[in-house]
C-alpha cells in the first residue's frame, strides 16, 4: 500500500536557521515523489518534484530510496517560508496521495 | 496558460438538501480531474478522479459522486447531504507525468 507520513505537524525555527521538513514513504515501486506548499490565503501549489532535481525558493529534497524518504531542506529560512507544506507520491497510475502536513513557522 | 476555476468559495447547506459543486479547467485538453477533501491534520483524501470524459474511479465509499459531462468540467455531487460531509473541497488537473495544479476550494458547512 502506499503511504506518505510527515511526522511533524509543526515546525517552528528561527529566521536564517536551517529547516528541514521531513517526509518518509511506502512504496513498493519506484514512486514520483512531489512537495506540495499552501501560504496563508493562497491555493495550494507544487513546490518541486524530485525527477526535476531543482531548487526552488531555495528548497532542495532528495529522494533516498535506501530510507525512502524524501526530506524538504533550505539552509537558511525566512519568514515567508511560514506555511503548510505537504509531501506526496504517485506511485504509478494517475493517483497522488498526500501526507498530513507540516506547518513550518519561521520566526524573526 | 491554463487556469482552473472551481465554485462556489464557500456553501453553508443543511442536511438532507443536495450539493453540486463544479470545477472547470481551461488551457488545457483531455486533463487528468481530481477531487479531494482536505481536513486539518489529516492532510489531502482523494475522492474521485476522473482521466477522460465520463470516466470516474472512487476512492471512498461516502455519500457523494463524481461526474465529468465535458472534458474540461468536473462535478462534486451529493442528492442528500449529512453533517460529515462538512469540508474543504479542493478540485485539482494534472497532465500525465506532471503535478497538480489546484483550485481555490470550496468550503462547506451542513447545518
Known amino acids: 500500500a502506499q503511504r506518505v507520513t510527515q511526522p511533524e505537524k509543526l515546525l517552528s525555527v528561527f529566521k536564517g536557521a536551517p529547516v528541514e521538513l521531513k517526509c518518509n514513504y511506502s512504496?513498493?515501486?519506484?514512486?514520483?515523489l512531489f512537495w506540495y506548499v499552501q501560504y496563508s490565503r493562497q491555493r495550494l501549489q507544487l513546490l518541486l518534484r524530485?525527477?526535476s532535481r531543482e531548487s526552488i525558493k531555495g528548497f532542495t529534497a532528495d529522494l533516498n530510496k535506501g530510507e525512502t524518504s524524501f526530506h524538504l531542506k533550505k539552509p537558511f529560512a525566512q519568514e515567508e517560508d511560514s506555511a503548510m507544506y505537504y509531501c506526496?507520491?504517485?506511485?504509478?497510475?494517475?493517483?497522488?496521495?498526500f501526507g498530513a502536513g507540516t506547518r513550518l513557522f519561521v520566526k524573526a | 496558460s491554463q487556469t482552473i476555476h472551481q465554485w462556489p468559495a464557500t456553501l453553508v447547506q443543511p442536511v438532507g438538501s443536495p450539493l453540486s459543486l463544479e470545477c472547470t479547467v481551461e488551457?488545457?485538453?483531455?486533463?487528468?480531474l481530481y477531487w479531494y477533501r482536505q481536513a486539518a491534520g489529516r492532510g489531502l483524501q482523494l475522492l474521485f478522479y476522473?482521466?477522460?470524459?465520463?470516466?470516474i474511479s472512487s476512492e471512498v465509499p461516502q455519500n457523494l459522486s463524481a461526474s465529468r459531462p465535458q472534458d474540461r468540467q468536473f462535478i462534486l455531487s451529493s442528492k442528500k447531504l449529512l453533517l460529515s460531509d462538512s469540508g474543504f473541497y479542493l478540485c485539482?488537473?494534472?497532465?500525465?507525468?506532471?503535478?497538480?495544479?489546484f483550485g481555490s476550494g470550496t468550503r462547506l458547512t451542513v447545518v
Open positions: 524530485h525527477i
Open positions: 488551457g488545457t485538453s483531455n486533463p487528468n
Open positions: 512504496y513498493s515501486g519506484s514512486p514520483e
Open positions: 506526496a507520491l504517485r506511485g504509478g497510475g494517475f493517483k497522488t496521495i
Open positions: 485539482a488537473w494534472s497532465s500525465s507525468g506532471g503535478g497538480y495544479t
Open positions: 476522473s482521466v477522460g470524459i465520463g470516466q
